[in-house]
């Protein structure tokens, strides 16, 4: 080869080498999206890393909710350095627990570069729970509910009174920074006997407060009532019975009662407590009639005892059957059935309208011949106000 073709071959060799060092360093920065670091509430700090590739570069992040991000931070100068070197910015005004995207951005004469998306949540307010009230007595209670503080210190305290306005607060407790729920209770005092309270768990961060759903309990009464029945026959009686809670005996308790169409208690009998606090009362309604107890300036809840006629049934000779009704009001001229039974059904096959006497006679030819169980009935219509229908017993009549 001669000289001359091979100093031209040297020069194309160094001419090419020359345009692979140029395209090297028109190479655009390089640049690495970090972890966010120190998220709180509304506040963090992105991180990165810029290799400037030789050529003077700027740098700055893009963050958001979205990967649309929508909003730049300040732009910085990274120098013309060949080395990555740390970017970072501290971003604020942002919304607690919220997610948000972010990467890194870096341009120079060589062009820009994008780093990869990243994510980051900050933190929000603390979860909470209002949970069952335990313990609850006759004017104390034990207020449950659990807060996941979500990492951050938290506060915490129970709201409590008789209506959703609430009104009391129980003292408030710190519960520290964990990330999981944790049980919290409170033991309330001072509350009025036989009363509904409302109640619900609110906790406290840098995030905001949250508020528990609200919950409710019923306080024991100083006094309780109960009817060994709701239902009695004319001239029967119901057994009234209770506690007055204190337990002491020798306590005096007033029954009142409100009969159907009165609209207030008035006192009707009184009685005093046993041992442990228990008392009876025998009532003898005429219709139906709500019963209430007071004792030690309290009082009970209440129990409504309803009434039937009482009526009567009896075969007479002649083939005839008599009733008699008599309730806590005037029957005369009411009607009342006779009724058979039918394929299970009671059936009315005649009718009589009550004497001076409140009694009625039937005449069997209205039965049809043989066997038939019979009863008398007086409608609820015909007993009038305060008094359910009436029957009589059921017996087995032949008609010869």
Do not use: C
């Not at 028109?26 to 690495?32: D, E, G, I, Q, T």
């Not at 001239?235 to 009234?240: Q, Y």
């Not at 159907?260 to 606090?277: I, L, Q």
């Not at 008392?279 to 409504?304: E, F, K, L």
């Amino acid at each position: 080869m001669s000289a001359t073709k091979a100093g031209l071959i040297g020069s194309v060799a160094a001419a090419l080498m020359l345009l692979v060092a140029a395209n090297a360093s028109a190479a655009p920065p390089v640049v690495v999206t970090n972890g966010a670091s120190s998220v709180a509430p509304t506040s963090a700090r992105l991180n990165g890393s810029v290799n400037p590739n030789g050529h003077a570069t700027s740098w700055y992040f893009q963050f958001g909710t979205s990967t649309n991000y929508g909003t730049n931070t300040v732009t910085v100068n990274a120098g013309a350095g060949t080395r990555a070197t740390g970017a970072s910015v501290a971003v604020t005004g942002l919304s607690p627990g919220a997610t948000y995207d972010f990467r890194i951005v870096a341009s120079s004469a060589a062009g820009t570069s994008f780093g990869a998306n990243q994510t980051f949540v900050t933190p929000g307010p603390p979860a909470v729970e209002t949970q069952t009230a335990q313990s609850v007595g006759q004017s104390s209670a034990t207020l449950i509910g659990a807060v996941n503080p979500g990492g951050l210190s938290t506060n915490w305290t129970f709201e409590y009174g008789t209506t959703t306005g609430y009104g009391a607060k129980a003292p408030v407790e710190n519960i520290g920074p964990g990330t999981a729920p944790v049980t919290v209770s409170a033991p309330i005092a001072g509350l009025a006997p036989g009363t509904t309270y409302h109640y619900r768990l609110d906790a406290s961060s840098a995030a905001g407060t949250s508020y528990g759903a609200d919950g409710s309990f019923t306080t024991a009464p100083a006094l309780t009532l109960g009817a060994n029945t709701s239902l009695v026959v004319h001239g029967g009686f119901v057994v009234l019975s209770g506690i007055v809670t204190s337990g002491t005996p020798g306590v005096g308790v007033t029954i009142l009662s409100e009969p159907y169409g009165t609209t207030s208690f008035t006192p009707v009998g009184t009685t005093v407590t046993r041992n442990g606090g228990t008392w009876t009362y025998y009532a003898h309604p005429r219709i139906a009639t709500t019963y209430q107890a007071s004792a030690n300036g309290g009082s009970s809840q209440t129990a409504t005892v309803a009434v039937r006629p009482s009526v009567t049934l009896t075969p007479l000779t002649g083939a005839r059957i008599k009733t008699h009704v008599t309730a806590g009001v005037q029957l005369i001229g009411r009607l009342v059935q006779l009724q058979r039974l039918a394929n299970g059904r009671w059936v009315t096959v005649a009718y009589r309208h009550l004497s001076t006497g409140s009694s009625a006679t039937f005449h069997a030819a209205s039965l049809p011949h043989g066997r038939s169980q019979i009863r008398i009935a007086v409608s609820v219509n015909e007993a009038g106000p305060g008094l359910l229908a009436g029957f009589s017993r059921t017996i087995a009549y032949r008609r010869r």
